[in-house]
């Protein structure tokens, strides 16, 4: 029952360009809390990917980008690869409920 | 290089009480900013933030989980020590500690250990 909802799966072909969604709220980034996202290969640990809505770690490729607008991010793949086939979670900062750190519920997404 | 890795049992019976620790390198758990947490993912399923511990001594706790959950840290042998009580078969997952930076992200992960709560 995570706070932030994303689409369960997309996919796309080698080279084109998908999105993926991160619902929010009031909560968390409509009170101004940052989106950060993380793709996890299978059977890995998770590897953070974008920080601080829009910045890349030293080493990501630029062809992920982020950005955040009220209550929801995004998180763009531009030339899609097929080592970009993973699991992705977008993850804020929930101030309800005492507060606490919130993942979002995943996006596989699939190369074609 | 910052580096996590947990460590503790990888079978623990229903009511039965769970103990990890993560053990890091890299930084030091007293220096202002600084944090960890435990993060958890069931089979097939989505992450789930349990708890961080940061420099401060500030503690946050999953809401739905808090009443079973503590975190505790040992600076000087550089160890956070996740406690999770009464055990059930839901609880079987795949547990990892990472690194907070600023209280806002994880941006080091340990390989994560493997868990089943079974009897």
């Known amino acids: 029952q995570s706070v932030l909802t994303q689409p369960p799966s997309i996919s796309g072909a080698p080279g084109q360009r998908v999105t993926i969604s991160c619902t929010g709220s009031?909560?968390?980034?409509?009170?101004?809390?940052?989106a950060h996202w993380y793709q996890q290969l299978p059977g890995t640990a998770p590897k953070l990917l974008i920080y601080?809505?829009?910045n890349r770690p030293s080493g990501v490729p630029d062809r992920f980008s982020g950005s955040k607008s009220g209550t929801s991010a995004s998180l763009a793949i531009t030339g899609l690869q097929p080592e970009d086939e993973a699991d992705y979670y977008c993850?804020?900062?929930?101030?309800?409920?005492?507060?606490?750190?919130?993942f979002g519920t995943g996006t596989k997404v699939s190369v074609l | 290089q910052i580096t996590l890795k947990e460590s503790g049992p990888t079978l623990v019976k229903p009511t039965q009480t769970l103990t990890l620790t993560c053990t890091f390198s890299?930084?030091?758990?007293?220096?202002?900013?600084?944090?960890v947490g435990w993060i958890r993912q069931s089979p097939g399923k989505a992450l789930e933030c349990l708890t961080l511990?940061?420099?401060?001594?500030?503690?946050r706790y999953s809401p739905s989980l808090k009443s079973r959950l503590t975190i505790t840290k040992d600076t000087s042998k550089k160890q956070v020590v996740l406690t999770l009580t009464n055990v059930d078969l839901v609880d079987t997952a795949t547990y990892y500690c990472?690194?907070?930076?600023?209280?806002?992200?994880?941006?080091?992960w340990g390989q994560g250990i493997l868990v089943t709560v079974s009897s």
């Open positions: 511990i940061y420099w401060n001594d500030d503690n």
């Open positions: 009031s909560s968390n980034f409509g009170a101004g809390y940052d």
């Open positions: 990472a690194h907070s930076r600023q209280m806002k992200y994880f941006d080091f």
């Open positions: 993850q804020s900062y929930d101030h309800s409920l005492g507060g606490s750190n919130v």
């Open positions: 890299g930084f030091s758990l007293s220096a202002a900013g600084e944090g």
């Open positions: 601080d809505n829009n």
